[in-house]
């Protein structure tokens, strides 16, 4: 990276808490909807990966305590993918010890792992789920939050997608996830399936209410270019106004389970709300670790170089003539004590480096905090920027407010529900 | 001097070779070499060049030594081949004493071929044929002679046999310019009385004038009054063209053509048609034919940035200088703010000057549905000229209304007589007569309403008829016609840049197409939209543009706030190309395209 955060504008408190993301892109076999960065790979390769994300988070803290002068504490962790849980637990252990080490982990902390049933404990034959004994040794290791990627609980709409997993599966792998204790755990589920129908959609949400989840994320499909969805001859999506009508349901069938929607996607019973995805649409500090992650730390964002051998390469400690090889990781180097200049995080790793101007992050209160039925507070803005909400945005506010689409409880503005259908339209409307 | 001197030029069809042709005799005749033409030299406008037209007339002296021994002086004038400019035409051919009528041997004789002979024949001018691209495999020169002599009625036996783009009879078309084109007359001593076919403005010597001398002389320093507007100037150059540039010299006397420049600051005091003449020894009488050119047909131009709009007002201003027949005078829309009502001389010549304007100065425009002028006889006993379909009185104080009617000839294969026929039926055209030109071919003779054929009759013309009917006509007169004003109310509110006229008859049919078209031209907003068609506060048609339910991201996109960011930033580009009319969003390209309505075929 070629400028080092400064804190700046952003940077009023020199410590304020970190979330940490770390990015494990592999999978058993790439989904015919997904555009995220994941593959299958090797054993070794995510051995490989795995020792340099350790060094990445080894070196990454090291450049954050000098830049702000203190190690960073840390409130909450997200291993996301790709499928996470094709790593081992004692992989995953190994980052959180390196986490441990390198940061101020709080005792609180927040620390969630994606998981995709049918894939904890794989690589032994013969036990494709969720494995019992790997969850308790998750717990073990510091996962206090697990995120399943059910999508469906209709089998003919997870081999439309093509996952991996049956819907009985996934059943059984949410009940393992609570019976091995995790209290808090959420689930995924996908609307606008080619084919489904409001029916279908109701059936996947009743089953996953019967579960008494505490937290679920209802997405949408949306078809990317490059992806075999974009090509296949797929069943008619659903109408506008079905899709509609499955979001409606989407609220009152989780009301009945005691969940409530938070944000445009997210349900939850109160005070089980993601901590952690909730910082990206609250202006929090992130660090995202492993290739293709994103970050936001002291007003600049950047995003790691996406290809995994270079990065592999660039983190195994020998990129430039002799260095100790330190591959095995959580062995507690210090991170501290400025010894050597090997220490430093290449120059390679990071790319497009983006200084928000205050502009920036004014568009980005408003668009990301939209996305909460909370809203924004209007005190909040003029507390992060120093001028007033209305004297930025009065204007569309208040146009916003007249279509009824928006609306206003003391200093907050959020969406309401017709609004949330079109936030889009909305949102574009506060960029500069 | 003056037997030495042939003034001429090339007429055709469009796309049967002129240009070509006068880019070969350019290069035989020495005044430039291979290596220096650019394809189509006389054309220098760009959009000339790239659409292969020629808009704005050109001249130039070639040095020709002919086969007798002797040097003459060519001039060639190169007239616009578009029935926009048919006034400009006809100027550039009064300057002549010959022209050359160009056919292409594989099409044959065209609407527009017959249109310019006979405004050539018009002129008094000689006219001999020259059959082009017989290197075509499809040419077929002997059928082609015959046609010309048939149904023009010229001499085309030893007409030359060309290939104006490999080079081929050029020295024969040279020969026959000496043997055909009669040399020019007119006394060098009489009192100077020359034609203004062309005017040019130049930022440093002000606007420079094309004359073709019938009389006298002109020079430096001579005082000289235009006759029909009685500018009077000094001389302060005069000149010759060569090809590209212009050549001063001493004088120019009768027979020839130049140019000269007297520090005129408006193309306006200039006006092609014209005549020059001597302020302190005037000539009897002017030249007979001067009109000023008059705009047929009208739009509303409005920046689409409001801020833009000194820079459209300078603009327009600098096209001018260049351009008498382009006439602008600032108007207001509810719609869509301060802009301007803009004159053309036709579609041609406004689509020329719109690129112009987006191109050359950068702007972004949009323009309202063209129109042509209407006459409203008031009951008052006042007549008004109506340009724009907003400013129509109160229909109780109409009396009447006319609009202006255009004889037409259509040139088709006879295989598409009944297509053609029933689009001019549906144009409301008024059938006139049949020619037979041979056994497959025939001229349809119709007179049309002009405010039928502006926009789209061409297209539909080509799209009936395969590509291959042609079309030429002609401002007949004005007519007494049964019109309405249609209102187009977006949301309930009418938006006086979507109003038109309309004959009452095909009222109905009209209002429901345009409320049709505007449902597929205006996106779905977070409300519904009514779009209504109205004659006199009467709703005759309605469409609804349905409320946007749904566009919502919802994706885990996780900490890709930039991902995020670039799809809102996409759908905020798209509001760019949006002109918001009280609350409603419409494409800027919707308040042009709303006249396309022919989607018959």
């Known amino acids: 990276m070629k400028q080092r955060p ?287 992650a994103s970050s936001y730390v002291d007003g600049t964002r950047f995003r790691n170089i996406t290809d995994l051998g270079r990065y592999i390469k660039l983190l195994s400690g020998k990129g430039e003539g002799e260095t100790r090889a330190e591959t095995g990781c959580g062995t507690g180097i210090s991170t501290g004590s400025d010894t050597g200049n090997r220490n430093t995080l290449p120059d390679d790793l990071r790319e497009d480096v983006q200084i928000l101007s205050d502009r920036d992050r004014m568009e980005e209160f408003m668009f990301l905090g939209l996305r909460m039925t909370g809203g924004i507070s209007g005190e909040e803005f003029g507390r992060r920027f120093g001028v007033s909400l209305d004297s930025v945005y009065g204007g569309i506010l208040r146009r916003q407010l007249a279509t009824g689409l928006l609306r206003r409880t003391g200093d907050r503005y959020a969406l309401t529900e017709e609004g949330m259908d079109v936030s889009n339209v909305l949102m574009a409307e506060y960029l500069f | 001097m003056q037997e030495r001197i042939r003034n001429f030029c090339i007429v055709a069809h469009i796309d049967h070779g002129k240009s070509t042709l006068a880019d070969r005799m350019i290069e035989r005749t020495g005044l430039l070499t291979s290596r220096e033409m650019q394809s189509q030299v006389l054309d220098n406008m760009d959009l000339e060049r790239e659409r292969g037209i020629t808009i704005k007339s050109q001249a130039v002296r070639l040095i020709y030594k002919a086969r007798d021994g002797q040097e003459y002086f060519l001039n060639l004038i190169d007239t616009p081949g578009h029935v926009d400019f048919n006034y400009e035409v006809s100027r550039s051919l009064a300057a002549c004493d010959g022209a050359i009528l160009v056919v292409d041997a594989t099409q044959g004789i065209q609407a527009q071929t017959l249109a310019n002979v006979y405004m050539a024949l018009e002129h008094d001018l000689d006219v001999f044929p020259v059959i082009n691209k017989i290197d075509l495999p499809s040419a077929r020169p002997e059928e082609v002679r015959q046609e010309i002599e048939d149904v023009i009625g010229i001499e085309a036996e030893d007409a030359p046999l060309i290939s104006a783009k490999q080079g081929i009879g050029i020295d024969e078309v040279l020969e026959a310019v000496i043997s055909r084109i009669p040399a020019p007359d007119g006394d060098p001593e009489a009192p100077l009385k020359a034609l203004i076919f062309d005017s040019l403005y130049d930022s440093y010597k002000g606007v420079i004038v094309f004359i073709r001398i019938r009389d006298g002389q002109i020079r430096r320093g001579m005082q000289v009054r235009m006759m029909a507007t009685g500018a009077v100037a000094e001389v302060v150059e005069v000149g010759y063209f060569g090809p590209g540039q212009f050549i001063p010299c001493e004088e120019l006397s009768a027979g020839m053509v130049g140019y000269f420049t007297a520090s005129i600051k408006n193309i306006r005091d200039a006006r092609v048609g014209d005549t020059v003449t001597e302020n302190q020894r005037p000539c009897a009488e002017a030249l007979p034919g001067y009109k000023k050119a008059q705009p047929m047909v009208y739009c509303g131009l409005y920046p689409a940035d409001s801020a833009k709009y000194p820079d459209l007002r300078d603009a327009l201003e600098k096209l001018q200088l260049n351009d008498a027949s382009l006439f602008f005078e600032p108007e207001t829309s509810l719609a869509l703010g301060f802009g301007f009502r803009c004159g053309f001389l036709g579609l041609l010549h406004m689509e020329v000057i719109l690129q112009r304007l987006e191109r050359e100065y950068d702007l972004d425009l949009i323009s309202t549905a063209p129109g042509v002028v ?215 390209e919707a308040f042009m395209n709303v006249l396309k309505l022919d989607s018959s075929d």
Not at chain 1, 74 to 88: A, Q
Not at chain 1, 249 to 259: D, F, K, M, Q, Y
């Open chain 1, 6 to 292: 400064s804190g700046g504008a952003a940077g009023r408190e020199e410590n304020r808490p970190l979330s940490l993301y770390l990015h494990i892109p592999f999978c058993l076999r790439k989904c015919r909807y997904c555009d995220f960065l994941s593959a299958p790979a090797a054993e070794e390769t995510r051995e490989a990966y795995t020792a340099a994300l350790c060094r990445e988070l080894d070196l990454a803290a090291a450049d954050l305590t000098r830049s702000r002068g203190g190690i960073p504490k840390v409130d909450t962790v997200f291993f996301g993918g790709g499928t996470p849980s094709l790593l081992t637990a004692a992989q995953i252990d190994r980052l959180l010890d390196s986490i441990r080490s390198s940061f101020r982990l709080q005792e609180a902390a927040e620390i969630t792992l994606e998981a995709n049933p049918g894939t904890l404990g794989t690589g032994r034959s013969g036990s494709d789920m969720l494995c019992l004994d790997t969850l308790r040794e998750l717990r073990a290791a510091g996962i206090n939050r697990i995120s399943l990627g059910v999508q469906s609980f209709r089998d003919e709409e997870l081999s439309l997608l093509g996952r991996i997993h049956t819907a009985e599966e996934a059943l059984r792998s949410c009940r393992a996830v609570q019976e091995a204790g995790f209290e808090n755990w959420s689930l995924d589920l996908m609307s606008g399936l080619p084919g489904q129908t409001l029916s279908h959609w109701e059936e996947s949400l009743r089953t996953a209410a019967a579960l008494e989840p505490p937290h679920l994320s209802a997405y949408s499909l949306i078809i990317e270019e490059g992806t075999p969805f974009a090509s296949m001859k797929l069943p008619p999506l659903p109408s506008e106004e079905e899709d509609r009508a499955m979001v409606r349901e989407t609220a009152a069938i989780l009301a009945s389970c005691g969940l409530r929607r938070y944000e445009i996607s997210n349900y939850a019973r109160p005070g089980y709300e993601s901590r952690h995805n909730s910082g990206y649409w609250t202006g929090h500090d992130y660090l995202g670790l492993g290739i293709g």
């Open chain 2, 374 to 588: 209407y006459k409203i006889y008031k009951t008052d006993g006042t007549m008004m000229e109506l340009t724009n379909p907003s400013n129509l009185p109160d229909p109780s104080n109409i009396e009447h209304m006319e609009e202006p009617i255009v004889s037409a000839e259509i040139m088709v294969t006879t295989e598409f007589i009944g297509p053609i026929m029933q689009l001019c039926q549906e144009r409301r055209g008024r059938y006139i007569g049949t020619e037979y030109i041979e056994q497959t071919r025939a001229i349809l003779r119709y007179e049309l309403p002009l405010n039928e054929i502006i926009y789209d009759f061409f297209d539909a013309l080509k799209s009936r008829s395969r590509g291959y009917a042609s079309f030429d006509y002609d401002l007949k007169d004005y007519e007494t016609s049964q019109l309405v004003k249609m209102d187009i109310l977006v949301n309930k509110e009418p938006v006086d840049a979507l109003s038109f006229i309309v004959h009452a008859a095909g009222a109905y049919d009209r209002g429901r197409r345009m409320c049709e078209k505007l449902k597929d031209e205006i996106p779905r907003q977070l409300f519904d939209v009514p779009i209504q068609a109205a004659v006199g506060g009467r709703v005759i048609a309605r469409e609804t543009v349905r409320q946007l339910r749904k566009d919502v991201l919802a994706k885990c996109y996780g900490g890709d706030i930039s991902r995020k960011k670039k799809l809102l930033e996409k759908q905020k580009e798209g509001k760019k190309r949006m002109q918001i009319v009280g609350n409603v969003e419409i494409p800027k």
